[in-house]
């Protein structure tokens, strides 16, 4: 089974300070990770994945993540937040080697981080 | 660009109502989805199809149902809506093939989905 799971409902930060929100995930083989950001009464939007190579990947919006092996996390970061970076992220995973070969490309999704940047 | 386009945004049932909401992508992707969207739950997988008459259940199918007839539309059906399926319903899609796909999922805008 793989799982993801987001330990904050919510993140508060001001702007042009950095962020973080936080992701952590199950699967039994490698990961597939995978960040999405929603603005209100929209879809998902991709940011970026980590597939294999360097553990920092760089995404859009000046988005980065960086996937930790050991602990298991692929934390979303930005340097520099801004006001229109509010919105809710999601991290998801897939297992790289599905046992369901049908089913593979499904993503497992965390339950959301809502991220406020105050002026 | 690619597309995936869900042509109904809002829409508000009466309980017992057949619902269907409709799907559509121009990527000619092989793998579709539908997932659910509720606070506090993230998205939840309901069904997905891998190919023209395929389908496999997700996580939550209980009260959905889906067809497939073209490559490029996906339909989810609630055959009797009920209040416990007022939610945002999201679809997505991806192409299949090749060594282990490690493409992200493409999504539409969503369906915001009432039941009274």
């Known amino acids: 089974a793989q799982s993801v799971a987001q330990p904050e409902d919510q993140v508060n930060v001001a702007e042009g300070n950095p962020l973080t929100v936080k992701c952590t995930y199950s699967v039994s083989g490698n990961p597939y990770l995978f960040w999405y950001v929603q603005y209100p009464n929209r879809g998902l939007q991709f940011l970026l994945k980590?597939?294999?190579?360097?553990?920092l990947v760089k995404g859009s919006y000046g988005f980065e993540a960086e996937f930790n092996k050991s602990q298991t996390s692929f934390h979303l970061k930005k340097p520099s937040a801004l006001v229109s970076d509010s919105a809710l992220y999601f991290c998801?995973?897939?297992?790289?080697?599905?046992?369901?070969?049908?089913?593979?490309?499904?993503?497992?999704f965390g339950k959301g981080t809502s991220l406020l940047v105050t002026p | 660009d690619v597309k995936v386009t869900q042509s109904s945004r809002y829409l508000v049932k009466r309980t017992g109502e057949k619902v269907f909401l409709e799907c559509v992508q121009d990527m000619d992707h092989e793998n579709m989805f539908w997932y659910r969207q509720d606070p506090g739950l993230g998205l939840r997988l309901i069904y997905f199809s891998y190919d023209v008459k395929m389908k496999e259940k997700g996580d939550i199918p209980e009260g959905y149902s889906v067809s497939r007839e073209k490559k490029e539309r996906f339909s989810l059906i609630l055959e009797s809506a009920s209040t416990n399926q007022t939610s945002m319903y999201l679809c997505?899609?991806?192409?299949?093939?090749?060594?282990?796909?490690?493409?992200?999922?493409?999504f539409g805008e969503g369906s915001r989905l009432t039941v009274l």
């Open positions: 998801a995973v897939r297992d790289s080697q599905p046992s369901n070969s049908n089913s593979g490309y499904a993503l497992n």
């Open positions: 997505a899609s991806i192409q299949a093939g090749g060594p282990p796909n490690t493409g992200e999922l493409f």
């Open positions: 980590y597939i294999t190579g360097d553990n």
